[in-house]
């Protein structure tokens, strides 16, 4: 007789339809559905009657309709049916409580996460005395009447049993009272995500945890405070304590979490100290006492401190945001065919990174982050031995030399990020193999070369394109047009001549209303130890854009559609075509050798007064608003080039320093956003504030008669 029934794993696209047919299977002691459709299963609840051996029900994610009172009612409490899964069904409180509590007195595993139940758990969670393990993450157990953390849990400390406690990601406040610490055979402890701002978390409350594995307080905002010397009674393997208040001092207690004292490893495989508040230096011991661990996180404080002089054997590491300096190490990733994380960016290290090449392990790097640091010399080409990395940003460092052609064989890569660096000479062809590029980046280096016709042939899944501030010249060719999913575009401070392609309205990110990727997420899968619901790390390429001299962050893609083609040599007319960019947000035109009439319905420039002078400025030969009324009055356009000269930075330099020597600001001239300054500081200033007060006096006459004649041209209309 069939005892075990598993049809789980098809996307929902099954729809099972009524159950009825299961009476037929009564030998059954375990249903597994999840992942079912059963939005037309209204006898969902009825399984238990007509299957009185079953002792395991998974009906995770099926889209379960609600239960009726008539249901609740013809319900038979089972005594087999031990480990009930009802999670992501959304739920309420009302169908769930009234059914569960009819349905069996032995349940010892109860997963109803992510539904929709709300306000106080009910008492009678409190006789349910053979339960061990309770799930309740992503729910609102709480309701408009505020209810206080400690009223939740006060049931639940009636459950001397209990192994697995997750009440996750709810809007729990208050405070916790130590009486949780009652729960002594409490092997994972899961607050994560609630709001006891304020509430201070002492040694009491973990007096009685001698059996505690897994521990996560993270986004709770926890003022976690021990006495000088606190031994705890238990060894977690996971300890997870993001934006916890854990003081400026390192946490000391955490190395006392020995798993082996004769070896002197702690215990901790999972450990997460980000955004808690810490400034100080690492402890010695630190890279001794936790070199078995697969998973640090330690960014966003102000920890300083090198690595020390031998292998670090890791599987994720986090470092980023803090104040770490020294030389990059030898790393290891030891997790048989696990998908490895390193991200050291904003820190101070320093030196070469020919350490890369001698990763070593059974795992595969998939993310590798040195952003804003202090690393120079040439990039070493061997990018070869990783094929699985999905991530790679070398940004704002101080690197020379042409980019490795290795990068080429990194098949699986989506995001590749290298601004603000020295990177010279042309791209190399192998760019073209990374066919699964979204995200690229080679802003502010002194890259040349034309354009290369395959970005937009091979490249196709591009979202950002950014070359700005480097030596690019040639024309922008056509084949870019073929970038469809493009939603940020950015070719200005550059040497590109000749037309706009009027193909550029085939970027259908722009002239379409779409549902555009808001950010691009890298989700690195962790295939080792899990946290209840931990699935690896998350990564977010943020677009750094230079617009008009300002540098923002935009993280949120998808709300910003942008074209930036300033600072070159472009000539001709606008293209009509661009009128077809109809979601376009922002575009930049200024300091180029455009002619003819301003276009006036480029996607939403007015309505987001976008569309203001410095779009289209140092144009001398466009006209129509917003730079004049109309196009009778067209000045004749400049006898010779000013685009990322001598012109453009001695301009660009006269305003600075003598705004800098008589004390006013223009901060309205739009300039490129890109300068470059080579020479001295002590002799530029001199040199410019030597004839500064000749250059104001001739421009403010050349301004003055200017606009004289435009007046007068208007009083005649």
Not at 19 to 46: C, G, H, I, M, P
Not at 207 to 221: A, E, G, I
Not at 459 to 486: A, T
């Amino acid at each position: 007789m069939l005892e075990t029934l598993r049809l789980a794993g098809n996307s929902r696209v099954f729809n099972v339809g009524k159950l009825e047919w299961l009476s037929y299977l009564s030998r059954l002691k375990e249903v597994d559905l999840s992942f079912t459709n059963l939005s037309n299963a209204n006898d969902w609840s009825q399984i238990i009657n007509h299957l009185p051996l079953l002792q395991k029900l998974n009906l995770r994610d099926c889209d379960l309709p609600s239960i009726s009172s008539s249901s609740v009612s013809l319900t038979n409490s089972s005594t087999s049916l031990n480990t009930l899964d009802l999670s992501h069904n959304n739920l309420p409180s009302s169908a769930i409580y009234p059914w569960l509590f009819n349905v069996s007195s032995n349940l010892e595993s109860l997963d109803l996460s992510s539904n929709q139940l709300k306000g106080l758990i009910p008492d009678a969670f409190g006789n349910m005395m053979a339960i061990k393990e309770l799930y309740f993450s992503d729910n609102l157990i709480l309701d408009e009447n505020q209810v206080r953390g400690d009223s939740v849990l006060n049931e639940i400390e009636k459950l001397p049993d209990l192994r697995v406690l997750d009440l996750g990601y709810n809007l729990l406040n208050g405070s916790i009272s130590k009486s949780l610490g009652q729960l002594s055979n409490l092997k994972v402890l899961r607050l994560a995500g609630n709001s006891f701002d304020g509430d201070v978390i002492s040694e009491a409350h973990f007096s009685n945890f001698t059996y505690l594995q897994k521990l996560d307080l993270s986004y709770t905002s926890l003022t976690l405070k021990f006495t000088s010397g606190w031994i705890p009674p238990f060894q977690p393997s996971q300890l997870l304590l993001c934006s916890c208040k854990l003081g400026r001092r390192f946490p000391n207690w955490i190395q006392t979490h020995v798993l082996n004292p004769d070896v002197d490893i702690s215990s901790i495989d999972y450990l997460d100290i980000s955004a808690s508040g810490i400034s100080d230096s690492l402890p010695y011991w630190f890279w001794d006492k936790f070199q078995g661990l697969s998973y640090i996180n330690m960014s966003f404080n102000q920890i300083s401190g090198t690595f020390p002089n031998k292998s670090i054997h890791i599987i994720h590491l986090d470092l980023s945001s803090n104040n770490f300096s020294g030389a990059l190490p030898h790393f290891s990733l030891d997790y048989f065919m696990d998908m490895g994380t390193i991200n050291l960016s904003k820190n101070k290290f320093t030196g070469s990174v020919s350490p890369i090449c001698n990763i070593t392990g059974d795992g595969f790097l998939a993310l590798f982050d040195l952003s804003n640091n202090l690393f120079s010399g040439v990039v070493p080409d061997c990018f070869g031995s990783f094929p699985f990395l999905t991530a790679l940003n070398l940004g704002d460092n101080s690197f020379s030399g042409s980019l490795p052609s290795s990068l080429g064989s990194l098949i699986s890569l989506e995001m590749l990020s290298l601004p603000g660096n020295k990177f010279s000479g042309e791209l190399p062809s192998s760019l073209q193999n990374c066919a699964k590029l979204k995200f690229l980046d080679l802003s502010d280096n002194e890259l040349s070369g034309e354009i290369p016709m395959w970005i937009g042939q091979k490249l196709s899944s591009l979202v950002f394109l950014s070359l700005q501030g480097n030596q690019f010249r040639g024309r922008i060719p056509h084949q870019l047009c073929g970038l469809k999913y493009l939603q940020i575009l950015d070719l200005s401070v550059n040497k590109i001549s000749e037309h706009i392609p009027p193909c550029l309205n085939n970027f259908t990110s722009m002239a379409k209303k779409e549902s555009l990727d808001r950010r691009i997420e890298h989700n690195i899968l962790d295939t080792g130890p899990r946290f209840l619901s931990l699935e690896g790390v998350r990564y977010v390429d943020e677009a750094l854009l230079t617009w008009k001299g300002t540098k923002q962050n935009y993280p949120q893609l998808g709300l910003l559609l942008a074209i930036d083609l300033s600072c070159n040599k472009l000539t001709g007319e606008i293209p009509e075509e661009l009128n077809s960019l109809r979601e376009l947000v922002a575009l930049n035109l200024s300091r180029n050798f455009f002619t003819g009439k301003i276009l006036q319905k480029i996607g939403h420039l007015r309505q987001l007064e976008s569309f203001d002078p410095s779009s289209f400025s140092h144009n001398r030969g466009l006209c129509g608003p917003p730079m004049s009324p109309n196009c009778s009055m067209v000045e004749p356009p400049p006898r010779k080039p000013a685009v990322g000269g001598e012109e453009d930075s001695d301009e660009f330099m006269k305003w600075f320093y003598t705004g800098l020597g008589l004390g006013f600001a223009v901060g309205f001239w739009v300039f490129c956003s890109i300068v470059f300054f080579k020479r001295s500081w002590r002799h530029s200033y001199y040199r410019y504030m030597d004839n500064a007060k000749d250059w104001v006096y001739v421009t403010f006459v050349l301004l003055k008669a200017r606009l004289v004649r435009r007046i007068k041209a208007l009083s005649t209309r």
